[in-house]
């Protein structure tokens, strides 16, 4: 099966995606209303729009911000604890959910392994149950999680960093990912590249997340610009291993490169001797 991840909602309906994801929240703040043809997919935790509104940042413990302007961040991190925040996300899914009963949600978790020390986390840890920082931040976001499950009555889909090695993602980003996936029907990894020159990475990468999960889940792929031979083979080794494959942000490269398959598969059939 494939699929397409875009921004542009008649792309959508293109025949040749089995299923399309339709941001209606981005990393830059943009948001629009969800349809119903779509899997509506929602950015949660990134969120470039709310870089100047201090009390939402998420900060490591030496008071460093995670905006797009520090090494490492291609988008402004929002604490996961602030409360007006969840409950903005929810009110979101909850009304895309009530368009379309599938949900996507993208970009959940804290920033990375050193945050977040701003003082709302520092005093919840410390009211806490937990006497380990990481447990009690992977129980942030698992009730985040719940929550969101709550109020998608259909399937929820949630993106994970590509990183299959055990206990990364929980000290990265405080997901836990045997904890959520009682609440998640399909898990989408993104294995991004610019040419997919070489695809022994992707298979390596694909492979442990098959290893990893008992959930089913898909692989996405970045289409912007990616010649259609190279993401050929990207598509046939990730199709190896994930439910469906995803073509990310270039429905045209994406079709194209679903028609050169086709095309090459016909090509390849045989019906006996000449």
């Known amino acids: 099966m494939y699929g397409v991840v875009t921004r542009n909602e008649e792309e959508t309906e293109w025949s040749e995606f089995d299923r399309a994801f339709y941001e209606v929240k981005d990393v830059t703040g943009r948001a629009v ?100 920082w990481s447990a009690w931040r992977s129980k942030v976001i698992t009730e985040f999680v719940a929550e969101a499950r709550e109020r998608v009555p259909g399937d929820m889909y949630l993106t994970l960093y590509p990183d299959p090695y055990p206990g990364h ?17 399909e898990f989408v990894v993104p294995i991004y590249d610019m040419a997919y020159s070489t695809t022994y990475w992707l298979e390596i990468l694909a492979k442990g997340w098959q290893d990893r999960l008992s959930t089913p889940f898909s692989i996405e792929l970045y289409a912007v610009d990616v010649d259609v031979d190279d993401l050929s083979k990207a598509v046939e080794v990730a199709g190896e291993y994930a439910e469906t494959v995803l073509f990310g942000y270039d429905a045209s490269n994406a079709r194209a490169t679903i028609r050169r398959m086709n095309a090459d598969a016909r090509q390849g059939q045989s019906f006996g001797p000449e």
């Open 33 to 132: 209303e969800p349809i119903a043809g779509a899997v509506n997919m929602v950015s949660c935790f990134g969120d470039n729009a709310v870089e100047s509104e201090e009390d939402l940042l998420a900060f490591d413990d030496e008071g460093t911000p995670a905006t797009r302007n520090q090494p490492y961040f291609d988008w402004t991190y929002v604490c996961p604890t602030h409360d007006r925040y969840r409950e903005g996300l929810l009110d979101i899914i909850e009304e895309a959910a009530a368009v379309n009963e599938d949900v996507r949600l993208d970009d959940v978790g804290f920033p990375r392994d050193e945050y977040c020390h701003c003082d709302r986390c520092e005093q919840r840890f410390a009211d806490s149950e937990f006497e380990d």
């Open 169 to 185: 993602l929980e000290a990265r980003s405080g997901v836990a990912v045997d904890d959520i996936a009682e609440y998640v029907d």
